[in-house]
């Protein structure tokens, strides 16, 4: 899902999601938010239960303004947020290692957003049905209309949450390692080693029926993110 121009604007800024440190490399720019949220595949979800707090991670997918993240009634993240836990979500991509001459100065380059708040527990079964359309669309565009949609007990077999995407900021580093001025003439190597999420080839189930036809995203999965640039000098 791509970024909108009507969706631009700021994510809201609270005493938590003021950038203390490295401030220049973050943002509260929405569409830099949605953007990463957009290409990311993965979450990291974090909770607090009153004692130990964990981290789980999910897939997700962006409707608008909105998160959902769905898993079984079980599932205990799911349920402290359905219980009105505050969660944070952040979704990290790595962009590249930055090796630097000096141990102290080595890095990675990414695109992360941090999202803080409460959920909301989905109880409309098309609420339901569109979420569960989107995180099949966010994994695989024009997946939910390949696959069965869950019937009525697969529906109320499902926790689905949506979570505003409303307090939070991004936080972007790029560019090579930031030496001491005395070690740059080290002989030691120093710079950036790409970092690409690469789809390889869909393996088939042995056992699908004859004639399956193959959708395009099982052979040739579109790349997520920004082309790369790959000239080398
Ligand atoms: C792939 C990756 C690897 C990293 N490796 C390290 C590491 O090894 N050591 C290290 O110290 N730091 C690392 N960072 C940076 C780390 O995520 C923090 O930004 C940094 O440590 C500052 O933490 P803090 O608690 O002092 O942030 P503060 O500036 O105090 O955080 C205040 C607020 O700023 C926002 N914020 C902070 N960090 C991020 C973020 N990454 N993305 C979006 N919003 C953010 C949040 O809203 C947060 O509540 C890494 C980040 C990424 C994405």
Known sequence: MQARPEDAGELSTTDRTGLRRRRERGSHDRTVAQAILDEGL????????????VVTPMTYARVDEQLYLHGSPANRTLRLIADGAEACVTVTLLDALVLARAAFHHSMNYRCVMLYGTGTVVEDDAEKLAASAALLEHMAAGRSADARMPSQLELRSTLIVRFAIDEG??????????????????????????FDL??????????LPDGTAVPPYATRYPARGPVRNTDTH
Do not use: F
């Open 198 to 207: 690469v789809a390889g080839t869909g393996i088939a189930e042995p056992d």
């Open 169 to 194: 900021s991004a936080k972007v580093r790029t560019g090579g390692p930031v030496d001491e001025d005395e070690d740059l003439a080290l002989p030691i190597w120093a710079g950036q080693i790409p």
């Open 42 to 53: 993965l979450a990291h979800v974090g909770v607090n239960d009153g004692g130990t707090t």
